[in-house]
C-alpha cells in the first residue's frame, strides 16, 4: 500500500489544470475560497502543452517560411531560403514552456495549491473525496465542499481500421506537434480544425499533403460559402482533397501508411509517408470512479445541467470532459460560470456565443448561425458580404483573398452569425462576437465607426451590404 501523506480540506478541488482548469481555481480564489488543483501532467492541459498555443507556434513559423515565396511581390528579395525543422519544433516547445510557467505563477499568485498526481474520485460527504496517486509516490486524500471535474478529452482514434497513433507514422495532433522531421508526404484523415492546422503547416514547409474528409464539404461545421472558399484556397496553395471519402482502412507499409478510401462508389489506395489521425476527440472519463458515483456518461462525455452539476452533490464538470463545443474558451467560460453558481452568485452571461477559429492560412472564423441554419430556423435572414480584394488595407497589405459575411435575422435585425475568412480573420471576430453578446442590430452595426484603413472594414461593408447599403462595391 502506497503511503498516505497529509490530508487537506478545501473548499473546491478542481481535477485539470488546462484553460477550464486553472482559470476556474483563479475565479474561486478571487472568490475568497480555498482552492486546491491536482494536475497528473502538465499545468495548462493540452491547450498550452500539446495544442491551441504549440499549434500556433508552429503555424506562424509555416506562415513565415511561405512568405518568402512572395518577398518579391513586396520588392524584397533575401539570398537563400531554408528552414531547421528541429528549432522550428524547439521554438514551439519553448512558446508552451514559457505558459505553463506562467499557469504556475499564476497558481502561486492566487494562493491556488497544486497537487500533482492522478486523481480518482470516491465516495465523500458533502462532495466525494479526491484521493490523489501522487506524481512524487504515495496517495493523498483530498475533501472538498464542491469537485469540479475539467479532466479535457483526447484525439479519437479508430483501432478497427487502424486510425490509432504508433508515434512513428500514424500521428494525432500528440505527434504531429514534435516530429523528427517534416515528413515529404502525408494523409491527414478529417478535415476540422486540428486537421487542417497540420495540413497548413506541413503544407507550408513543402510537405505533399492529402487531405481525406468522410462528410460532403471541408470545415463541414462552417458556413457553406466558407467551406468552398477555403477549399479553393487551400488547393491554391497545393493542399490535395478527398471529399468526400469515406477511410476503409489504414495499414503500415514498408515505407510510409497506405489508406484505403472509397470515394463516389469507387475503392482507392493512397500512399504516404506519414498519416495524421484528427477525426474528433472524446472525452477524459476513465479512470476517475465516475461509474461508481452514479456519474452519467453519454458518449464519452459527462452529462450536466446548464451550471455544469452533474447530479452527485457536489460534484461538477466543465470544458471539453462536458461536452461539445472542444473549444479552450468555452470551458473557461463555463469554469468561471460553475464556481460563480457554486459561490451562489447569479451569472448572467450563460448563453453567450461561442467564437470558432481555424488558424491556418487561410484562417477561418465564425461565430453564430450559418446562413442555412438561420434559414432552416425561420429566421428569414438578411444576408451580406463582402470581399478582401476591394478593402484598401488587404489591397496594401498583399492579403486580399477571403471575404466577411453577415446574417441577420429577417425580423428583428438582431446579428445571428458571422463567418470569415482571410488574413488576421481569428483576430476580427470578436468585434461581431461583443456585438451578439450585445444583441445589437444592424443598425448598431452600421452606425459603428470603423478605423481606416483596416480589414475590420469589410465587417462593416458586409453589414451595410445584408441591407443594400454597402459603400465600396
Ligand atoms: P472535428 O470533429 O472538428 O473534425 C473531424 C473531421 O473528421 C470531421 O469533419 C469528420 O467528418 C471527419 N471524419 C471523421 N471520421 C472520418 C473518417 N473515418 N474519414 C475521413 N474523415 C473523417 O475534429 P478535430 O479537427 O479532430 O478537432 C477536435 C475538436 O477540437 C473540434 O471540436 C475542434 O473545434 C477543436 N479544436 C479547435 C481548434 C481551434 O479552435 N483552432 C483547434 C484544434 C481543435
Redesign the pocket.
Do not use: D, F, K, Q
Given at each position: 500500500m502506497a503511503a498516505e501523506t497529509k490530508a487537506g480540506s478545501f473548499d473546491v478541488i478542481i481535477i485539470g489544470s488546462g484553460p477550464g482548469g486553472y482559470v476556474t481555481a483563479i475565479r474561486a480564489s478571487q472568490l475568497g475560497m480555498t482552492v486546491a488543483i491536482v494536475e497528473r501532467e502538465l499545468l495548462g492541459g493540452i491547450c498550452l502543452n500539446w495544442?491551441?498555443i504549440p499549434?500556433k507556434a508552429l503555424l506562424k513559423s509555416g506562415e513565415v517560411y511561405e512568405q518568402l515565396d512572395h518577398l518579391a511581390d513586396y520588392g524584397l528579395s533575401v539570398e537563400k531560403r531554408g528552414f531547421d525543422f528541429d528549432k522550428v519544433v524547439q521554438r514551439s516547445r519553448k512558446v508552451s514552456a514559457q505558459l505553463n510557467a506562467g499557469v504556475a505563477f499564476l497558481m502561486k499568485k492566487h494562493g491556488v495549491e497544486v497537487v500533482e498526481g492522478a486523481a480518482t474520485l470516491t465516495k465523500g460527504s458533502p462532495a466525494p473525496n479526491v484521493v490523489v496517486a501522487l506524481k512524487a509516490g504515495g496517495s493523498r486524500t483530498l475533501i472538498g465542499k464542491s469537485v469540479i471535474v475539467a479532466t479535457g478529452a483526447r484525439?479519437?482514434t479508430?483501432p478497427a481500421?487502424g486510425?490509432e497513433p504508433d508515434g512513428e507514422r500514424v500521428w494525432t495532433?500528440r505527434e504531429a506537434l514534435v516530429p523528427k522531421s517534416a515528413p515529404k508526404s502525408l494523409i491527414v484523415?478529417?478535415?476540422?480544425?486540428?486537421?487542417?492546422?497540420f495540413a497548413s503547416f506541413f503544407r507550408a514547409l513543402g510537405s505533399d499533403v492529402t487531405v481525406?474528409?468522410?462528410?460532403p464539404r471541408?470545415?463541414?461545421?462552417e458556413d457553406e460559402e466558407v467551406s468552398k472558399a477555403a477549399l479553393k484556397a487551400f488547393e491554391k496553395r497545393g493542399l490535395k482533397f478527398r471529399v468526400p471519402?469515406?477511410?476503409k482502412k489504414l495499414t503500415k507499409t514498408k515505407s510510409g501508411v497506405a489508406v484505403e478510401i472509397e470515394a463516389g462508389g469507387k475503392a482507392e489506395t493512397l500512399e504516404a509517408e506519414v498519416a495524421i489521425v484528427?477525426?474528433?476527440?472524446v472525452g477524459n472519463v476513465e479512470d476517475i470512479g465516475l461509474e461508481a458515483l452514479g456519474v452519467k456518461i453519454e458518449r464519452t462525455h459527462i452529462v450536466t445541467d446548464r451550471h455544469g452539476a452533474t447530479g452527485v452533490p457536489g460534484l461538477y464538470a466543465i470544458g471539453d470532459v462536458a461536452g461539445?463545443?472542444?473549444?479552450?474558451h468555452k470551458a473557461s467560460h463555463e469554469g468561471v460560470h460553475c464556481i460563480e453558481h457554486i459561490a451562489g452568485l447569479k451569472p448572467t452571461n450563460i448563453d453567450s456565443p461561442i467564437p470558432?477559429?481555424?488558424?491556418s492560412t487561410p484562417q477561418i472564423a465564425s461565430v453564430g448561425l450559418t446562413e442555412a441554419q438561420a434559414r432552416e430556423q425561420g429566421r428569414e435572414p438578411k444576408v451580406g458580404r463582402f470581399p478582401f480584394r476591394v478593402n484598401g488595407k488587404a489591397i496594401a497589405s498583399g492579403e486580399t483573398d477571403g471575404f466577411v459575411k453577415t446574417v441577420f435575422d429577417g425580423k428583428t435585425g438582431a446579428l445571428i452569425g458571422a463567418h470569415m475568412i482571410g488574413a488576421e480573420v481569428t483576430e476580427m471576430i470578436q468585434g461581431y462576437v461583443i456585438a451578439m453578446t450585445c444583441e445589437a442590430t444592424e443598425a448598431e452595426l452600421q452606425g459603428a465607426i470603423f478605423p481606416h484603413p483596416t480589414m475590420s472594414e469589410a465587417m462593416h461593408e458586409a453589414s451595410l451590404d445584408a441591407y443594400g447599403l454597402v459603400l465600396h462595391i
Open positions: 495544442g491551441c499549434t484525439a479519437r479508430i481500421i486510425l495532433y484523415i478529417g478535415s476540422g480544425a486540428i486537421g487542417l492546422e481525406v474528409e468522410a462528410l471541408i470545415l463541414p461545421v471519402a469515406n477511410v484528427a477525426v474528433g476527440i461539445p463545443p472542444w473549444l479552450a470558432g477559429c481555424t488558424y
